[in-house]
């Protein structure tokens, strides 16, 4: 009897359209924004049926090579550290409410990166980033009495931390794990007067970052993440 792993296994033509089409794409031959060929071109071209060209464009779209647009041909997307991290969106989100363990996880994961970001923030950071830390913290005051608004001002805080870092997938990273906790903040439905405590707390952390004080910036990084961790919760 031969070995299972001598059966030879037939594949599906759309798995073969799609190897070729990605090909195209990867070996540069069609570039980000390029329009890839009519569904007709490809089924004369690859001697295959609409079915198997339409299939393979779905998976290529499935994992962000490329974007189909209704009415249009479908184009080749730029890829990104955040396109990457956009893909697996739906399925962060589906983890996270079947699984009771996987939010703690990922607040654990965030306490871990951020505390390593603000260490670098403070090594790096330049006048600029200082004033771009600021500026958002300025807008978040000014959203106390809007929590939707108040919380998306948070998030883009600590990814701007990331983003002084100079390398775009800790920011792709921030971006996503913010993303994904975010519709745990109960704080959202109960606004307390916690946001000021979150004002002091942040304008505390740029002070630290300002001074290029990396042990205290993470400290301070480490107790605010600490403080607000019991603000992401499950529903009941």
Do not use: C
Not at 11 to 40: M, N, Q, W
Not at 218 to 234: G, N, P
């Amino acid at each position: 009897m031969a070995d299972i792993s001598d059966t030879i296994v037939r594949r599906k033509l759309s798995h073969e359209v799609f190897d070729r089409l990605k090909t195209l794409i990867t070996s540069g031959e069609l570039g980000p924004g390029d329009a890839l060929p009519s569904e007709r071109d490809l089924m004369e071209r690859f001697g295959v049926g609409r079915p198997a060209i339409r299939e393979a464009m779905q998976a290529l779209a499935n994992i962000g090579l490329i974007a189909i647009t209704h009415g249009e041909r479908a184009r080749v997307q730029q890829l990104s550290a955040r396109s990457l991290f956009q893909q697996v969106d739906l399925t962060a989100q589906i983890l996270l409410s079947a699984s009771p363990d996987s939010l703690e996880h990922l607040k654990q994961a965030r306490r871990f990166f951020e505390r390593g970001m603000a260490r670098e923030a403070a090594q790096r950071a330049e006048a600029a980033d200082i004033a771009a830390l600021r500026g958002i913290l300025d807008q978040q005051a000014k959203a106390v009495s809007e929590p939707k608004q108040f919380i998306a001002y948070d998030m883009r805080f600590h990814t701007q931390i990331a983003a002084i870092s100079g390398n775009p997938i800790f920011e792709a990273v921030s971006e996503a794990m913010l993303s994904w906790l975010r519709q745990y903040y109960t704080e959202m439905l109960t606004w307390s007067g916690r946001e000021n405590v979150t004002l002091v707390e942040h304008e505390a952390i740029i002070d630290h970052i300002a001074r290029h004080d990396a042990d205290g910036a993470e400290a301070l990084m480490v107790k605010h993440l600490d403080r607000s961790s019991a603000l992401y919760t499950r529903p009941g």
